[in-house]
């Protein structure tokens, strides 16, 4: 039966238990609400450690005036009986207080140059700042030898990937594949916002990417491939952020190898993002 615990000190004496014993811990941080492709991340964590913690906290700082903080679903006793059906021991149940001593509003930040100045960045100010500040506090809590992250959301594991190694936490990082429904639709919390008109709609993303993979393996100019799918997303119904061709690294690509798709775009009241990894 998975364990919830809710102070920080029962936290580190059961991690610290396990870390005299000599085993390897892995943890996977949520912001709950949870569906099949958080277990699944849950699952890969199994394969990298002897025990998994996961968190589950709604996080303010990554939120910007107008997103969805308070509207966010929080499902705890649901989120805990899925992670411990998918073989996670220990859940990470820590209130805003617990997060953020002194207030979130006087808390200390931590600021990734560089990746966060783009694509979400430009469009959602401030997030990554404050996913970065949330998730190197997590790592300091929870002390894991390995964090699983989702590829879905591409560009923040970029940015896990680069505060890690700046601030060279002995953590090993883990790269989940992205679980999708049976028409595309990358598995996500906001899909619950999608009316039943536009749910079927959304899955034009996912074509929406494979379309860019076969038109850039076809030769056709970036620029050309950029533009017809935001066309293309356009005429669906879609109010497009970005969709772009980058390299691995988020820069625009020069010269053949692998590429990433991204895509961001407003169906109704939600906002979808998803992406691709292909080579070139």
């Known amino acids: 039966m998975i364990d919830v615990v809710t102070e920080l000190p029962a936290l580190r004496e059961r991690v610290a238990g396990w870390k005299r014993d000599g085993q390897r811990v892995a943890f996977v941080p949520t912001m709950g609400n949870l569906h099949a492709g958080h277990y699944s991340l849950v699952e890969l964590a199994r394969r990298h450690a002897d025990h998994v913690v996961a968190s589950v906290f709604v996080n303010p700082t990554q939120f910007g005036p107008n997103e969805d903080f308070s509207r966010y679903p929080r499902t705890p006793q649901a989120d805990a009986a899925g992670l411990d059906a998918a073989g996670c021991e220990l859940l990470w149940l820590p209130s805003v207080d617990a997060m953020y001593p002194f207030g979130v509003d006087a808390t200390v930040r931590v600021s990734v140059p560089g990746v966060t100045t783009t694509l979400e960045g430009e469009h959602r100010p401030g997030h990554f700042d404050g996913v970065a500040t949330v ?29 890690v190694r700046d601030l060279a936490f002995p953590i090993e990082i883990v790269a989940a594949e992205t679980r999708r429904e049976a028409d595309g639709l990358a598995m996500s919390s906001r899909n619950q916002y999608l009316s039943p008109d536009e749910r079927p709609v959304a899955a034009g993303i996912h074509r929406c990417l494979q379309a860019m993979r076969e038109s850039v393996r076809a030769g056709a100019p970036r620029e050309r491939v950029e533009a017809d799918a935001v066309a293309r997303l356009e005429v669906a119904g879609f109010r497009v952020d970005y969709a772009v061709i980058r390299d691995p690294d988020l820069n625009l690509p020069d010269g053949p190898g692998p590429r990433v798709a991204l895509i961001a775009a407003r169906l109704g009241r939600t906002r979808l993002i998803d992406n691709l990894e292909f080579e070139a």
Do not use: C, E, H, S
């Open 135 to 163: 998730v190197a506090r997590l790592f300091n809590q929870v002390q894991p030898d390995v964090a699983v992250f989702g590829r879905k959301d591409y560009q923040q594991l970029a940015v896990i990937r680069y505060m």
